[in-house]
Structures are given as structure tokens and as C-alpha cells.
């Protein structure tokens, strides 16, 4: 008589938006190079948190303060819904869920136009956040120079616009965390010693034409990234761990020429509307700190 398969007790948390960038599919390659002792984690390009997420499956963060940034307002009021209300955004999803048509989905992200869109109440925010998260192309977020959400509707037969198991797990994961609107520059404010800072920027663009930067209404390039890079060489003063994802490009790989624990890698990358020149393409991970 055959024995009983034991599963073990585990349980799977992972982002409840789907992130363009996000590094999912790259865990198995950052997980190992990840300083093996640290204090508390930031992560102040929050996007969709994979990193943070399997951290916190593997019980990596225990006892750790953590801290998630991101200067996008309606991502951090997602966060914080997801935190603190869960049952009351599932059951605005539903509702949502159950209208979803493409006539529903522009007046959705109409809302931002309106100029008591700010007045609304968070949940209502974060349930529409969330909803063009899962029904728009390719889960992009991309926004105008007003602020105004632009991206069109998604070709998806049945989104999955309410995983009631993903968002109560992802509310148990950010129970200890503290989710700031605001600047990655604000890292310095709280690090220390020994720390731990994952830094996943927009990327720097491969081509003058490739950009999608634009996830807030503020620009993400040449100086933004060399504003960045000084921010990297600050935390490396202090005794930080630090951790940069980026594209690899001639520009990123002399900006970060002195530091040698270069890992290039291999990532899907899909927002392209042209199937045929979606595909894997190189990146840099770049660590402040040495093998141990």
C-alpha cells in the first residue's frame, strides 16, 4: 500500500496586480544573490512587489521591519486597501467584475478627469485601480502628462479581475509593512547599517523608442537614473546592502562600472504590441556587497 502524499504547509504569496517589469519571472536567479543576513528590507519601487512577496514566502523577512515605496499614489492607496480592507475591496471587485464591459472600462478610467476624483473614498480608488490593472493591455499603467490614465482596453475573454485568495494573502504579507507615497530618495531617511534595499527602477531605455518609463507623470531617464546611481553610492556608505535591477545598456553598465558583482541575466519582456519583436532580452543585476 502506497503512502499518503504529505504536502507541506506552505503558503504562496504573490502581487495581486500584474506589473510590467516585475520580476516573477526572474526570482529564481535574484533569490540566490540576495545578502544572506540582513536587517530590515526596503523596496522603494514597490511596482508590483514580487521580490517583497517571495521574501515573505520563504520566511525570509520574519521579524524584520519592512518598507515599501512608491511614488505612485494610486498604487501606495491599493496597498493600503489591500492591507487594511481586503473583504470590502473583494466585494467592490465583484461588483466591478460583474459589470465589466468595454463601455464600463472607459468610464472607469474616465474617473481621473473629473476633478472630484480625489474625493472619492480609497476603497472605490483601489477597486478601480486594481480593475484596469487586470482588464487593460498587457496590465500596463501608463498615464499622460495631466495624470490621466491612457491605456486601452485588453483583448481577455474572462480577466481575472477578483482573486479573493491572492488579496487575503497579500493583506496577511503587509500586515507589518510600512507602505509610503513617496520618493525612493526617502530610503535615506530610515536605512542603517546592514540593511537591505532592492532597488527596481524603470528601466533605462534599450532604444530612444522603447521607453515605458512613464508609470507616474514623471520621467524616469539619463538623470533620473544618475540621480539614482548617487543614491546607491550613499546607501553603500552606510553598510547597506543594495541591490539594483536594471537594463543592460552601455549607459547603466558604466554608470555602475565600479561596482564588479555585475549578474547578467535573461527576461520576457511582452508590452510590445508587436508579438514578433516581444522576447527575451539581457539585464544587469547590480549588488553593492560581495558573495558570501
Sequence with gaps: MTAPSIQPNFTKYQPFVKWVGGKRGLLSQIIPLIPKEFNNYFEPFVGGGALFFELYSLGLLKDKKVYL???????????????????????????????????????????????????????????????????????????????????PIGSYKNPNICDELVIYNASEALQNAIILNSSYKDVILHVKENDFVYFDPPYYPLTPTSSFTSYSEFSFLEKEQVELFEI?????????????????????????????????????????????????????????????
Excluded: M
Excluded at 491599493?78 to 471587485?93: D, M
Excluded at 460583474?98 to 474617473?111: D, L, P
Design 69 to 151: 515605496f512608491d511614488i505612485n499614489s494610486e498604487l501606495i492607496n491599493a496597498y493600503n486597501i489591500v492591507k487594511n480592507s481586503p473583504s470590502e475591496l473583494i466585494k467592490n471587485l465583484k461588483e466591478f467584475k460583474e459589470k465589466h464591459s468595454k463601455e464600463f472600462y472607459y468610464e472607469i478610467r474616465a474617473w481621473d478627469r473629473d476633478e472630484s476624483f480625489l474625493q472619492r473614498s480609497e476603497i472605490e480608488r483601489a477597486s478601480r485601480f486594481i480593475y484596469l490593472n487586470k482588464t487593460c493591455f498587457n496590465g500596463l499603467y501608463r498615464v499622460n502628462s495631466k495624470g490621466y490614465h491612457n491605456v
Design 232 to 292: 546607491f553610492k550613499e546607501l553603500d556608505k552606510k553598510n547597506c546592502h543594495v541591490f539594483q535591477s536594471n537594463s543592460d545598456t552601455e549607459f547603466i553598465d558604466e554608470l555602475y562600472h565600479y561596482y564588479k558583482r555585475h549578474k547578467i541575466i535573461l527576461a520576457n519582456r511582452n508590452i510590445n504590441s508587436n508579438t514578433n519583436k516581444r522576447g527575451k532580452i539581457q539585464e544587469l543585476l547590480i549588488r553593492s556587497y560581495k558573495d558570501e
